[in-house]
């Protein structure tokens, strides 16, 4: 099972790469879409709820985050409830590029 999901990364991530994207960029933005899209009030989740929630370690996190951000994919913005965290939503770009990866993969 475990080479199976290897191998099924490799070609999520040779479907993905033209888009200037890898699979863990794909699995934020698919969350972040689905997450947010149903509730347009909550628009955007703190970045530490976003890697609590997929599993993904504080520094990896932010580094993904500051990657779709270059991209112009997601916007990072303080948390006006707790001023020591980020909240991230995707923009309009964002949901473009996310539906275009959904589509290769």
Do not use: C, W
């Not at 006006?80 to 990866?101: E, F």
């Amino acid at each position: 099972m475990h080479r199976l999901q290897e191998d099924a990364q490799e070609v999520a991530d040779r479907a993905l790469e033209p888009l200037g994207l890898n699979v863990k960029h794909f699995g934020v933005m698919t969350f972040l879409r689905h997450e947010t899209e149903p509730d347009p009030e909550r628009g955007s989740l703190s970045q530490q709820a976003i890697g609590e929630r997929l599993r993904i370690d504080r520094t990896t996190m932010v580094a993904l985050i500051d990657d779709l951000e270059r991209a112009g994919y997601v916007k990072r913005e303080r948390n006006p409830d707790d001023g020591r965290a980020y909240v991230i939503s995707l923009t309009a770009a964002g949901k473009r590029a996310q539906a275009r990866a959904e589509k290769a993969v």
